[in-house]
């Protein structure tokens, strides 16, 4: 009976011990918990910096770590955050994101938490496990309006006034003068804090919004935040783009006619490239290719040869060969992205912005012409690019087609690129090649191009580059 007694003794003073053993584990484990990021960088492009709540600041790259307290600041960049739940916000240019508080221990089991602030800019979310459960443990405020949940895609853009729009799920917008449900395909405009939101994508009894200013022309994929709805900055100084050119061999003045069409025709998914103070591309290859802007040659065209709106730069440069250099060179979207915009636009339609003017070098020489319209139309669902450029070249008039042309990653940098060689004219007989990319939130895309014309007497290479925007109003 001793030995028994004895035994039973033994097997509580070691279950004692292991309980001090085990909470003196998770004593250890608790400052790592807290500690975990509470999100990582799935792209980070520009000048994108986190600053923490003591106000130290680090710049920001792919995969990096974004903590509770961090305010994320994308100044002329953009950057896309996924969260440990499974939620991701990409962020517009001249955007300000804060995490107030955020806690999810891998499960709904009421502990989680996701309390956010957007200071400025736009944003567009797809939310994860925070908030599906507990719709109260979910917040985005602004200081004119709060948005949650009920289990959601949509954005908010901020800049004085609130809008917005819902792709899938539904929100609910508040304010100090009341709230309102905004669901699937529904817009949302909120005009400051004492004013309560009103909904602008469907007919309502409510009164419609007044702004200042006449209301901003809207995208396909998001509401536009004030970088994107205004002028805003040019492209200056170094900047990490993507890239479509063209090479005419032989510019300069230097008639050469081209046989072998072999990298003439390119994208660079990532470059550095350089912009002088006025918007004009004077590098690229980090700084090694030097170019020489040329701005003369629109030939009384009606559409900008030249242009830098900040999102997108396109025009025609004599580079250190005399060669001329069509380029198309912007921010570029995530082929990570191709799964959210097949839901939320499956069809993007972008309008021609300007393009440099085409050149063809013939055995008499260059030629000039000049780019009189055309339209970009992504197919999301298919991962194809259709485009039409409409021009005036060799003397006559011909709209040269991208058929099918198709959607792909740009290799390691994982932008949105598309192209191939189906490619046909009407009003002449041609081939050719056509590649570009997709920019952010398919607010534009670039084009560079080359196409191999029949004029009856012999082929002729004529080569340039465009830009598109998508304007098109919900």
Not at 294 to 319: E, M, R
Not at 448 to 460: E, I, P
Request: glycine share 14%.
């Amino acid at each position: 009976m001793l030995l028994w007694n004895d035994a039973i003794e033994a097997i509580v003073e070691l279950s004692q011990m292991l309980r001090v053993v085990v909470a003196a584990a998770a004593l250890i484990a608790a400052p790592a918990l807290l500690a975990a990021p509470a999100a990582r960088v799935d792209f980070a492009i520009g000048d994108v910096v986190a600053t923490d709540a003591q106000g130290k600041s680090r710049r920001l790259a792919k995969g990096a770590e974004i903590g509770q307290g961090d305010t994320v600041s994308t100044n002329g960049g953009r950057a896309q955050l996924r969260f440990s739940d499974g939620a991701y916000v990409s962020l517009q240019p001249a955007s300000q994101f804060r995490i107030d508080e955020y806690r999810f221990a891998g499960k709904t089991d009421g502990s989680e938490r996701g309390f956010f602030s957007l200071l400025s800019g736009g944003m567009r979310t797809i939310t994860g496990l925070v908030g599906r459960t507990n719709k109260r443990s979910y917040q985005v405020s602004t200081a004119v309006a709060t948005i949650g949940i009920r289990g959601t895609e949509y954005t908010v853009s901020y800049g004085g006034s609130v809008s917005g729009s819902v792709g899938e799920g539904e929100i609910v917008v508040c304010n100090g003068a009341g709230c309102i449900n905004v669901t699937n395909g529904e817009s949302y405009y909120v005009a400051n804090a004492e004013t309560r939101a009103v909904l602008t994508g469907k007919k309502s009894d409510l009164p419609p919004p007044q702004p200042e200013a006449p209301p901003p022309l809207l995208t396909q994929a998001d509401e536009c935040s004030a970088a994107t709805c205004t002028p805003t900055p040019p492209f200056v100084g170094q900047q990490q783009l993507a890239l479509a050119h063209a090479v005419n061999l032989g510019g300069g003045g230097t008639t050469r006619i081209i046989t072998n069409g072999s990298g003439l025709v390119g994208l660079v998914p990532l470059d550095t490239v350089t912009f002088d103070d006025s918007g004009k591309l004077v590098a690229v290859n980090n700084g090694r290719d030097p170019l020489v802007p040329v701005l003369a040659l629109d030939s009384g065209a009606n559409l900008p040869a030249f242009g830098n709106d900040g999102l997108i730069a396109w025009g025609v440069a004599l580079d250190q060969f005399g060669q001329y250099f069509h380029y198309a060179s912007g921010l570029p979207a995530v082929y990570g992205d191709l799964a959210t915009l097949r839901t939320s636009q499956p069809i993007a339609t972008l309008d021609l912005l300007g393009a440099s003017p085409p050149i063809a070098l013939t055995a008499g020489g260059e030629q000039v012409g000049r780019v009189t319209g055309g339209k970009l139309e992504a197919r999301f669902l298919e991962s194809t690019v259709n485009v039409r450029l409409d021009m005036e070249i060799l003397g006559t008039p011909l709209s040269a087609s991208g058929n099918a042309l198709r959607i792909g990653s740009g290799a390691a940098t994982d932008t949105m690129t598309f192209g191939g060689s189906d490619v046909s004219c009407t009003g002449a007989v041609c081939g050719g090649e056509m590649t570009g990319f997709i920019g952010a939130d398919a607010l534009r895309a670039g084009l560079a191009y080359k196409l191999n014309v029949d004029t009856g007497r012999d082929t002729v290479d004529v080569l340039g580059s465009a830009a598109f925007a998508n304007t098109t109003a919900r």
